[in-house]
């Protein structure tokens, strides 16, 4: 969901790291709390203003970031691995690695962070009042901080899915109807009509209030629920309708074979333009020793393609992201989405059965999406 990003630190495994788009908020952020700051205390410096107003913001981040850590530790502690804490535009998300298998975890991990602003809220509090008038720059921090944390855990337990609220609502669906499709549908549905909502009221509080800075950002945060929201349905759906099917079912079994040794040239003109094929496994003296692809030749200059040989522009075996034959076709997505790679070999005991290409697998895809669609469809004739 997240591309480009810093990396921060690794906390017990989780990556930390910060997106492009988090930039511009801090700098946003820090610029607002900077003029709030001078009009509330006009007699400090200007210096003062920006120190309290950076180091606001800082802690305004971690607060964040202890939001996910959070979620993320519940789901550790619940044996679900956890990939990747990043902070972006909106706010932060944590990459939890699957989702929970009974409707107790999905509600203990959504409620955490909420949980975790309100402390974070009741903290700084209790920071604002003991720094008092004696320590203005600190009771200053402490009571925006602590504002800030708590319209954090109440917007979040808002209850559209994907926020923390609407994760919380699938988890009690979930318990009641026993079925998590049927609560992920629900929960979602309520997420994009929130996100609705958030569109028409940020406009809407442009157009009375003129704070069009205020109104755009609420519409921007409910386009973005409307979307994940949206998404998070057809993701399920992508799941459903695969489900059942393993690599063995939809994998190419007649896969062809080139050697090591052909050069690029001869490659080209008697493989890829006479069959239109654009992957070839690779092999010497009857073992499996690689793959190679249209992309991999392309990448060499054509000028070379006489003197090259296979062997060098292939994938070799060992970087390769094998999977069983019994593997189940989500877990290929995920490996072909998480290495971003388009082919896939399959084996078993070392030995090639067949290939998942990436566009076979999207056509198995489309055509059950279609199948499944014609199910659903009630009282057809
Ligand atoms: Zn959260």
Redesign the pocket.
Known sequence: MIGQSVRLATIRGIQVGVHYSWFLIFFLITFSLTTRFASEHPHWTTVEHYAVAIATSLLFFASILL??L??SFVALAKGIPVRAITLFVF??V?QIGREPDRPLTEFQI?I???IA?ALLAVGFWFVSHLAGDQFEHVAALGGWLASINLMLAVF?LVPGFP??GGRVLRAVLWHVTGSFAKATRIAARSGQIIGYGLIVGGIWTGLVTGNWFSGLWLAFIGWFLRNAAQESVLQMSVRSALSGLVAEDIMARDCPTVSGQLSLAELVQEHILKTGRRCFLVSQNGRLEGLVTLHQVKAIPQERWNDSVVAEAMTPIDRLHAVAPETPITEVLRVMEQHDVNQVPVTQDGRLLGMITRDHLLRVLSANLEMGAHKATPSAP
Do not use: F, T, Y
């Open positions: 939001h996910e959070a979620h706010g932060g944590a959504a955490a962070g909420p602003s979040n926020l923390d």
